[in-house]
């Protein structure tokens, strides 16, 4: 069976690397692979030097990890295109060249990378099953070995200022309860022994959806996060929509 690498990454996409990529050491992902990269929890960063990561090399046998950087590039004022994400150090430096056609994918909070030629063709159920468990070993392995205290780095940014009426109005209406339709999950209590709900928008702020009670619900953790990052989050948006517009 030809192998299909999104059954054992979570996300992940191919490309083959450009002469501009390597002369100007900033190799620009596609779309998919820009997906997995920011699935792993990292973003491009506005500022350069850019933070290293490391990402996991497969099917190398002279290289097991290299490092890389995540960034916006610069454009001038006359372009007339917007910033494009980059990575820079030595995935592009030292262990890409042009023509490669490299596949970088995630796992969870790990990006791994190889590329194509050298990975298998074809394999079984079977040795599909152990790249994708010798993976999720080499994360394992590598969570073992992190020790100490975790560095620090300033943080920037803006975010909504919420009107306390409408969180308390939303609780209040919910009577203690989930308000997503079929919600059938047990709240925990409060120090205050009231049961713990967690309000959202139902369009949320950041796609400029109101801060308002007509687009407000209680939430259980279980259901707000799966209206966050859930696959099926469109159409339980869209049932959670219908169920507030009859609310009193």
Known sequence: MTIVWKDIFDSCGAKRVTKTDKS???YVPNKAQRTAIEAAGIKPADTRPAPEFDVVVLF???????KASYYYSKRSKKAKRLPEPR???GIIADWLDVGDHV???????QVFAFKLPSAPSSMDKNSVEKVGAAIKKTIYDRAKQAKGKPAKKPVTREDFVRNPYVVAATIQRSNGRCEMPGCTRGLFQKDSGAPYLEVHHVVP??????????NAAALC???????HSGKNRK?????????????P
């Open 24 to 26: 100007k050491s900033a």
């Open 221 to 227: 953790p279980h259901c707000h996060r799966e209206l």
């Open 205 to 214: 702020l950041a796609e400029d959806g109101d801060d308002t009670l007509a």
């Open 103 to 109: 596949v970088i994918g995630n796992v969870g909070n």
């Open 235 to 247: 159409s339980l948006r869209e049932t959670l929509a219908t169920h507030i517009a009859k609310l």
């Open 60 to 66: 190398d046998k002279k290289v097991d990890t290299t």
């Open 87 to 89: 990575m820079g150090h």
